[in-house]
DNA sequence: GCATGTGAAACCATTCACAGCG
DNA sequence: CGCTGTGAATGGTTTCACATGC
């Protein structure tokens, strides 16, 4: 159980689906963006465009909420960034630490979205004694030991990770034992804490990797497809390749003497020709 | 999972399902452990347990890529290393620019993650002609203005948006109309980009506000015995928790006459009794 | 014998399409 | 009449459980 799991086995009924929770910080986001213009109401249609969805998706988020709109006018912008706010946890103020402060975390100590919508960062702390003092976006570091104290004397709950991968679990299991219920992990790690412990995961290494898959796709496609009618860019120019390690080396099955049937399987380099993007049912 | 759109309705059929493709790289990063231990083999649930999912989801996600593994044996660390990599496009290296070299811009740049693992950051761009000739991370800034030759001339196909929000759309359509077509988008907006261009979200804000929500929950279920469902809660006035501006009060249903009927309506503050731990909140 | 690979079942999420109401 | 709210249809994901094959 990694990721934000289903944080609770299904505590009876009730509840909003997750899906759901993760798209309300985008509705707010643009209700909000309304409420500066001084904008009294939206559609759903048109909520939805600002905040990338479609409409029906919307409505049906909403629907989960409870009826807060008026048929055939639309949404009262300031009522409904209340009742989201409100849903969230957001009309209460939660106090944050982040643990770890190198390039990121002292990014994401003068991050602005952090403190304006009802966070407020309690203490950054740093394993580092040289550190300790330091201000850093107006917030004087303080060092790991006192971290039990601080979430303690502070009542914080939410804990952000920002620590390098060795240093994450050890963190992780210092905050829990602290007090701190959930997590927001920077560290590309596994983090691994008992039930009741919430831990979402940001990993910006993983994104690029996702977004890779589909550049590649892309790519397959325009040059072996008669599919995909156009494409905006004809072909990417595959730059050389610069693998880190010395395993360029496809690497044989290994086992036994039968070799695994894969489906597209090896044998092309770096890519050479691939043709489609392999994946398909096996015999 | 941020916003990643499905990318396309299905250019028929064919291919590896999204969510399988967003723990590829969970399992890619376990398996490199495994590597660098000279582990020669796992079994799934091992492998599983490393990477944070369960057995039988990560056999069906190695279903679609092929048959990879020894019935009673597991799978061969190496070879699958080289086949996921290679299902990624991680076998090719693919330049990177970064636009907005401010804290989160740097801290981008130094992470060590990004260069490991098929990744190269071609170029850090920003607006300010103060930073540009600046190292960061050992490469030197450069203007905005070379946005559209750095592009070209580098072969980029995926750029990361680390501006603030302002800037981030036009910054994008620049990285489009240069030839980028996958985006990671640190700016908190939605971005609106012409089909067939990926965009990928990470958004701390919203990531905190899912944590706010769920904390919330488990505060509200320890507290308020055995359902939430009691609409109308007699006390509590709503800690007057330091919004950020004049609207603190509740905001009415508005349009005519009728009020809209909510499910579990306002009235409920952070939660009245509290009970767990709960922030004294500065009044 | 034991762990993979996979149909089938259960579950969750999105989309459709329209009834219902201001 | 327009737009919300929602049952029903669809599609995707996870889990189960076991046949399959080393």
């Known amino acids: 159980m990694a990721t934000g799991r289903p944080h609770r086995p299904t505590t009876r009924g009730r509840g909003i689906p997750e899906a759901t929770v993760a798209r309300l910080p985008l509705y ?18 048109e909520l939805a465009t600002a905040a990338g969805v479609n409409s029906a998706k919307l409505r049906k988020d909403f629907s989960y909420l409870g009826s807060y709109g008026t048929r055939g006018v639309g949404y009262d912008v300031e009522y409904l960034v209340y009742q989201i706010s409100r849903e969230l946890g957001l009309t209460q103020d939660w106090p944050v630490v982040i643990v770890g402060i190198g390039n990121l975390g002292a990014a994401l100590a003068n991050y602005g979205g952090f403190a304006s919508r009802g966070f407020r960062v309690a203490a950054l702390i740093d394993a580092d004694a040289a550190m300790a003092g330091r201000p850093v976006a107006g917030i004087a570091v303080q060092h790991i030991d006192e971290l039990e104290s601080i979430i303690a004397d502070n009542g914080v709950s939410i804990g952000v990770i920002a620590t390098p991968a060795g240093a994450a679990q050890q963190v992780c299991e210092r905050l829990v034992a602290a007090g701190v219920t959930s997590i927001l992990n920077f560290a590309p790690t596994v983090l691994s804490v008992p039930d009741g412990v919430d831990v979402r995961k940001v990993d910006l290494s993983i994104e ?54 894969g489906v597209g399987d090896a044998g092309s380099g770096p890519d050479g020709s691939d043709g489609g993007r392999s994946a398909a049912m096996p015999a």
Chains 1, 2 share one sequence.
Do not use: C, N, W, Y
């Not at 707010?28 to 249609?45: G, I, N, Q």
């Not at 325009?222 to 156009?230: E, K």
């Open 28 to 45: 707010l986001r643009a209700l909000t963006a309304l409420s500066e213009r001084s904008v009294p109401t939206v559609s759903s249609e």
């Open 208 to 261: 690029l990797q996702i977004l890779a898959f589909h550049e590649q796709r892309k790519a397959g496609e325009a040059a072996a497809g008669p599919d995909i009618t156009d494409m905006v860019t004809p072909v990417v120019p595959p730059v050389a390749a610069t693998r880190r390690r010395a395993d360029d080396v496809p690497a044989r099955p290994a086992v036994d003497g039968a070799v695994p049937h």
